[in-house]
T-cell receptor, first 114, second 114 residues
Framework: DQQVKQNSPSLSVQEGRISILNCDYT??????FLWYKKYPAEGPTFLIS?????DKNEDGRFTVFLNKSAKHLSLHIVPSQPGDSAVYFC?????????????FGSGTQLTVLP | NAGVTQTPKFRILKIGQSMTLQCTQD?????MYWYRQDPGMGLKLIYY???????DKGEVPNGYNVSRSTTEDFPLRLELAAPSQTSVYFC?????????????FGPGTRLTVT
């Protein structure tokens, strides 16, 4: 049972245009959401996050939107740059057991074409 | 700060062999985690620890063991390697402060069991 889903395995975008990556979740206990970026042969790197009490969070070229009623979040990258080409993972956080735990989606490979 | 370091980077094991994956963090984080990532999938939590001497199972703990004798180190032990344990293993750490749920990842260990 996938609680966090990224339905697009890949996305190609022209340099300078907007990239929109999507993520859906099913568990209402998730109250904090994160996006990670991963280059080949490296560990995931934290990019941006949003609390469930907000609907938008911006950091430079990156904006995350949260629609709680639809259980949907998205990451917007504007403008997209070739260096943004990587796998992007959506993650949702909830307290389970004795600690906060992250549940990850399967990732979206973003390719930004020059 | 080196952040989260993992050794080795690569390893090939024969079925039935044992090994320990090492993980060290220098950020004084209380929480540490072990994940595995299979091709085309998200990261799945194997074990986690909320502090020295305290460990707990994650989503996929079978075939693994952990210990946490210091704040800095969180080794993962495979006792009887099986082909199903072929994967990339990531160690992560995080603060235990409310509102700071991002985890910081090491570069990963690529393990092949044949």
């Amino acid at each position: 049972d996938q609680q966090v889903k990224q339905n697009s395995p890949s996305l190609s975008v022209q340099e300078g245009r907007i990239s929109i990556l999507n993520c859906d979740y099913t568990n209402s206990m998730f109250d904090y959401f994160l996006w990670y970026k991963k280059y080949p042969a490296e560990g995931p790197t934290f990019l941006i996050s949003i609390s469930s009490i907000k609907d938008k969070n911006e950091d430079g070229r990156f904006t995350v939107f949260l629609n709680k009623s639809a259980k949907h979040l998205s990451l917007h990258i504007v403008p997209s740059q070739p260096g943004d080409s990587a796998v992007y993972f959506c993650a949702a956080s909830a307290t389970r057991g004795s600690a906060r735990q992250l549940t990850f989606g399967s990732g979206t490979q973003l390719t930004v074409l020059p | 700060n080196a952040g989260v370091t993992q050794t080795p980077k690569f390893r090939i094991l024969k079925i039935g062999q044992s090994m320990t994956l090492q993980c060290t963090q220098d950020m004084n984080h209380n929480y540490m985690y072990w994940y595995r990532q299979d091709p085309g999938m998200g990261l799945k939590l194997i074990y986690y620890s909320v502090g020295a001497g305290i460990t707990d199972k994650g989503e996929v703990p079978n075939g693994y063991n952990v210990s946490r004798s210091t704040t800095e180190d969180f080794p993962l032990r495979l006792e009887l390697a099986a082909p199903s344990q072929t994967s990339v293993y990531f160690c992560a750490s995080s603060y235990s402060i409310a509102g700071h749920y991002e985890q910081y990842f090491g570069p990963g260990t690529r393990l092949t069991v044949t």
